[in-house]
């Protein structure tokens, strides 16, 4: 069994930040690609950020240069530094994982229950 559960959401003011976490737990043999969508009302859920298990990123044109994801490969977790925050980001934000269990074979892709942030003054 894996688990992602994501932190950090919540309300801010536009132009403030805030920093989500997601930790990957149960019997992980490694980790592939880590990253964030999100999902506003009414809307489809989009890519925010993505890393791979080398570092390398790619972003969402609508956060780059706002958004930094990060990751701590020995604690199974994702990071999203989010600044300089507005309106339209608002929205549910899920973290997904690429996973190889242990003793399976292959990575399968991991979703989180997703946390809310909401930027309004």
């Known amino acids: 069994q894996v688990q992602l559960v994501e932190s950090g959401g919540g309300l801010v003011q536009p132009g403030g930040s805030l920093r989500l976490s997601c930790a990957a737990s149960?019997?992980?043999?490694?980790?592939?690609?880590m990253g964030w969508y999100r999902q506003a009302p009414g809307k489809t859920r989009e890519l925010v950020a993505i890393?791979?298990?080398?570092?390398?990123?790619n972003y969402a044109d609508s956060v780059k240069g706002r958004f930094t994801i990060s990751r701590a490969n020995a604690k199974n977790t994702v990071y999203l530094q989010m600044n300089s925050l507005k309106p339209e980001d608002t929205a549910a934000y899920y973290c997904?994982?690429?996973?190889?269990?242990?003793?399976?074979?292959?990575?399968?892709?991991?979703w989180g229950k997703g946390t809310l942030v909401t930027v309004s003054s």
């Open positions: 997904n994982a690429v996973i190889v269990v242990t003793g399976g074979v292959g990575g399968m892709n991991y």
């Open positions: 149960g019997s992980i043999f490694s980790i592939y690609n």
């Open positions: 890393i791979t298990s080398s570092g390398s990123t």
